[in-house]
C-alpha cells in the first residue's frame, strides 16, 4: 500500500524567512496530494492541495510543488509569520474510482516553528 | 470552522470499557471518514463510509466498529479498550464525489480525545 515519508520533522525559523517541508510517496498511482495545518488542540485544516495533472499550485505565500517522476512534492511557505506555527501534514491517495474510496495516507507531520 | 462536529470532545474512560464517538459531517457530504492520531502511529485511516455504505477500510481493529445512519451523522464504537486506544479521533467528510478521478477535499472535525485509564 501506500507510504507517505515526511522531512523534517521540526522546522524553526525566523519571522519573515522561507520554510520548505518535503514529502515522498511509493504509490506511483497516487494523484491528489493535500497539505493540513493542525493547530494545538483543533483538527487539521486543508491549506493547499494539488493534483496530478499539474505541477504546482499557490495561494497567496503558500505554494505546493509536485515532481511525479520522483514522487515527491513540498511545501513552500514564504514570508512566515508567528501566526504559521503549528503541525503540518502531507498526504496522499489514489484514484478515487468508481467506488468512491479516498482514504488519505499521512505523513508523520512537521512541527513548525516561526520565531518573531 | 469546517462544518464537521464531533461529540464529545473529551472522553476519560476505564480500560475495558466500551464508548461511542459521533460525527456529524458538513452539509449535503455522503462520505464519512474516520482517523486515529496518537503520538506513535501518526494520523491513521480507519474506516470510510458513503451514503449508509462501507467503502473503505484501514488498520481498524476488531474491537472498533463503525456505521452511518440515514441521516448521514456517523458512529464509532471503541470495545474492551486498552491503554493503547488513547488517542485523538478524527472525523472527516467530503463532497459527494465529481465521478472523476481525484478525491474530493477532506473536511475535518474538532476531534474527540479519549483516555483510557
Known amino acids: 500500500g501506500e507510504n507517505v515519508e515526511q522531512h523534517p520533522s521540526t522546522l524553526s525559523v525566523q519571522e519573515g524567512d522561507s520554510a520548505v517541508i518535503k514529502c515522498t510517496y511509493s504509490?506511483?498511482?497516487?494523484?491528489?496530494f493535500p497539505w493540513y495545518k493542525q493547530e494545538l488542540g483543533k483538527g487539521p485544516q486543508l491549506i493547499i492541495d494539488?493534483?496530478?495533472?499539474?505541477g504546482e499550485k499557490k495561494d497567496q505565500r503558500i505554494a505546493v510543488t509536485l515532481n511525479k517522476t520522483a514522487k515527491h512534492f513540498s511545501l513552500h511557505i514564504t514570508e512566515t509569520q508567528p501566526e504559521d506555527s503549528a503541525v503540518y501534514f502531507c498526504a496522499a491517495t489514489t484514484p478515487q474510482g468508481s467506488s468512491n474510496t479516498g482514504k488519505l495516507i499521512f505523513g508523520q507531520g512537521t512541527t513548525l516553528q516561526v520565531k518573531p | 470552522d469546517s462544518g464537521v462536529t464531533q461529540t464529545p470532545k473529551h472522553l476519560i474512560t476505564a480500560t475495558g470499557q466500551r464508548v461511542t464517538l459521533r460525527c456529524s459531517p458538513r452539509s449535503g457530504d455522503l462520505s464519512v471518514y474516520w482517523y486515529q492520531q496518537s503520538l506513535d502511529q501518526g494520523l491513521q485511516f480507519l474506516i470510510q463510509y458513503y451514503n449508509g455504505e462501507e467503502r473503505a477500510k484501514g488498520n481498524i481493529l476488531e474491537r472498533f466498529s463503525a456505521q452511518q445512519f440515514p441521516d448521514l451523522h456517523s458512529e464509532l464504537n471503541l470495545s474492551s479498550l486498552e491503554l493503547g486506544d488513547s488517542a485523538l479521533y478524527f472525523c472527516?467528510?467530503?463532497?459527494?464525489?465529481?465521478?472523476?478521478?481525484?478525491?474530493?477535499?477532506?473536511?475535518f472535525g474538532p476531534g474527540t480525545r479519549l483516555l483510557v485509564l
Open positions: 504509490d506511483s498511482a497516487s494523484n491528489y
Open positions: 494539488i493534483r496530478s495533472n499539474v
Open positions: 472527516a467528510s467530503s463532497p459527494n464525489p465529481s465521478g472523476g478521478l481525484y478525491q474530493e477535499t477532506q473536511y
